[in-house]
């Protein structure tokens, strides 16, 4: 062989996988290192930009498109990483899109100009979104099937433990100075480094589903509705929470316990909700979470600097942020698992949109009635999904506890390949000799038929 072919050969992405490895920690701790670092500069960023636009006497509605960037930013970046991906690797798109990240993190601290913050803060969505495909991906094919359980709910402490403590890094610096900005470049550029010494092999990407939006609407609507509404509050917390804090007065110490406190309240809380919604009708636990979440945002609106406060963003976040995981595992009742793919997908897209409004919407409210436009936004958006849950229950029998899927938690904000973590690769066997009556008609329901024909799970009690 030829030198020219063997360096050929030696830089070929690979192709053979790794045997997935019993234990969540096991030679996935450079994954989950690589994580931790990226969510502390990713939350100290998201935080520190939203205090210095407010210390910078941005318009609030500036401030709003430019938070909203973001999550616009991550909406587009998913669906080109997996493209990417496909072509050129996941060490070489992951160490791509960590450098752009590092970048568009210490830029605005250079450049104080709305319209730079902008197009930063859609780079930085861009990057953030490609780099939770690789790293999901990877967790999805080194975890055997016996603990993906656990392997996600282990990623969802760590995704939610790092921007925990990025909102504690605030107190580093002075968020007027260019301090802050720098520590977060450094530390997303610090995540490369336990990524690129991974032992963990290429992973095999999934097939992609041909499930479209108005076919998985038709399916189950709730689904989606509840997802939206998830996306736009957390969007509404993460853009705005630092600058109401900046707004009413809060110290830098306090408004980094003001954000955390709802990131803690959901991960304190995400676990035992899920296990709850396994055992009660989950729409059910779903309209709990939203009237507890419109109760904690109108009790918001009372308060101001203080434990008052944190109580309130406590538990907004541990009854609002659990909303994500319920929409999924709700969705996944309610379809085949071959469907589930094409799902996660177009669910996690629904999110998106709703992420980007939340901080559009939140900046119109704050605009017009003040700072308490906050918590009024969040507590009309709850409020809206609660009341649209209830006539559901009125008008739509719900699937059996014993036909519901096992609930898994997810982050407050993760990509459709996070959802084949939790995901059993062994496909549920379809009963045989079932056909569809003559003259059935379809509803219009949370199922394309009453009978619900495209639920494998639950044909068999259909007659």
Partial sequence: MSTN??????????????????SPLGSMWALFLGVFAMMLGNGLQGTALGVRATTEAFAVTVIGLIQAAYYLGFLVGSKFTVRA???????????????LASTSFVLP???????????????????????????????????????????????????????TGGQFLLNVAD???????????????????????????????????????????????????????????????????????????????????????????????????????????????????????VGASVFGTSTSVGNDALVAMFVLGASSFPLYSLAIAYTNDWISDEQRVGASG???????????????LVSWFVARVGNSGFFWLLALAHLILAVYLVIRSIIKDPV??????????????????????????????????ITKPKGAVRSKGDAKSTDVDDHPRRRSTDK
């Fill in 175 to 293: 968020p007027g100075g260019f301090e802050l900005f720098v520590i977060a470049s450094v530390l997303v550029s610090v995540a490369l480094v336990p990524m690129a010494l991974s032992e963990a092999s290429a992973p095999r990407l999934p097939a992609e589903s041909k499930l479209t939006f108005g076919e998985l609407m038709s399916i189950v609507p709730t689904g989606l509705i509840t997802m939206f509404f998830a996306g736009a509050a957390a969007g509404a917390i993460f853009a705005f929470g630092p600058v109401y804090g900046a707004s009413i007065g809060m110290s830098t110490a306090q408004i980094s316990l003001f954000m955390a406190a709802a990131l803690v309240g959901s991960v304190a809380l995400q676990i035992p909700i899920g296990s709850v919604s396994d055992k009660l009708p989950r729409r059910a636990v779903m309209l709990t979470c939203a009237a507890v979440a």
């Fill in 109 to 163: 601290a250079l450049f104080v100009n709305p319209a730079v913050w902008f197009v930063m803060r859609l780079i930085t969505g861009f990057c953030l979104a490609g780099l939770y495909v690789v790293v999901e991906s990877w967790l999805n094919d080194q975890t055997k099937p016996e603990n993906r359980g656990r392997t996600l709910s282990l990623y969802m402490v760590v995704t939610m433990a790092g921007v």
């Fill in 346 to 360: 177009i669910l996690v897209m629904v999110n998106g949109v709703g992420a980007v409004s939340g901080p559009l």
């Fill in 85 to 99: 991906l496909r072509k050129v690797g996941h060490i070489r798109v992951f160490a791509a899109l960590a450098s």
């Fill in 5 to 22: 072919e063997q360096f050929l050969e030696s830089s070929a992405p690979e192709e053979v996988s790794r045997p997935a490895i019993s």
């Fill in 400 to 433: 059996s506890i014993e036909d519901q899927s096992p609930y898994q938690p997810y982050p407050a904000r993760s990509s459709a390949m996070a959802t084949s973590i939790g995901r059993r690769r062994i496909p549920i066997p379809k009963p045989k000799n």
